[in-house]
């Protein structure tokens, strides 16, 4: 069965692996794809093309990534960075600028280097840098293990693929770590939640643990990036237990 294009990122996908199967090597410039592509559906440039692209590929919903010193961030849920080092997760939210300034650091690097045969590391490096350099995005995904980027703005189905199998992974890692929720144990009877100072009956083993600078924003912290409630409270960790829209609702407990 052919799977033909059904919008215009597939299309430059498609006519991106053609290219590349007849030059014998990979495609470097995005702005010559872009003309490539505008050319295969008959308009002269891809100025002409730009504007029925946006219009046509708005509905594409795309994630909002961020990150911080502890965790990478998509649509407010919190993954550890642990979890990319341990390749959980595959990917992990950078700066687009400041990887851009670093890559061109490697690739100076790479060529004053005289000990060994660097090609093959510029080459790839000058990829990703040719990615970066397309993006408009101020935060990508990374690959962790290899080189490679990912922009929203360049690749949005890919880039929200690659989220969904980030959020997936980690939701699968928490699940298994922190075990199943359950209003079973001690009943803690005045515990007091942390924004707005509600009383609340908890159960402890309905309890995670998160750490106490997820609250720094202000807001409830989604999903994830949680440990299980052993009982204790550790210094710089706050008890919480899960609300109907998968946040987590920070709480007080009376012996803490």
Request: hydrophobic share 35%; with cysteine.
């Amino acid at each position: 069965m052919l799977n033909l294009p059904k919008n215009t990122y597939q299309l430059r996908a498609a006519i991106k692996t053609a290219i590349e199967f007849y030059q014998g090597s990979p495609v470097k410039n995005n702005n010559k794809l872009n003309e490539a592509l505008a050319a295969s559906l008959g308009l002269k440039n891809y100025d002409q093309l730009a504007p029925q692209t946006l219009e046509l590929e708005s509905n594409i919903a795309t994630y909002h990534i961020t990150f911080d010193s502890e965790c990478n961030i998509i649509n407010g849920v919190r993954i550890d960075t642990d979890l990319v080092h341990e390749e959980i997760i595959s990917h992990m939210v950078s700066d687009r600028e400041d990887r851009i300034s670093d890559i061109r650091q490697f690739i100076g690097e790479a060529i004053s280097d005289y000990s060994r045969d660097r090609s093959n590391d510029i080459y790839l490096m000058q990829q990703d840098l040719d990615t970066l350099l397309a993006s408009k995005e101020e935060y990508v995904l990374e690959a962790y293990s290899t080189n490679g980027f990912i922009a929203a703005d360049l690749e949005p189905e890919l880039f929200q693929k690659t989220c969904d199998e980030m959020l997936e992974a980690a939701a699968e890692f928490y699940k298994n770590r922190i075990g199943e929720l359950t209003k079973t144990g001690v009943l803690y009877e005045d515990a007091c939640t942390y924004f707005g100072n509600h009383d609340v009956r908890v159960y402890s083993d309905e309890l995670v643990l998160i750490k106490e600078s997820y609250l720094s924003d202000g807001n409830q912290p989604i999903g994830m990036a949680v440990e299980k409630y052993n009982g204790n409270v550790p210094d710089n960790y706050i008890a919480a237990f899960a609300g109907t829209f998968g946040e987590y609702i920070p709480v007080e407990l009376n012996d803490k």
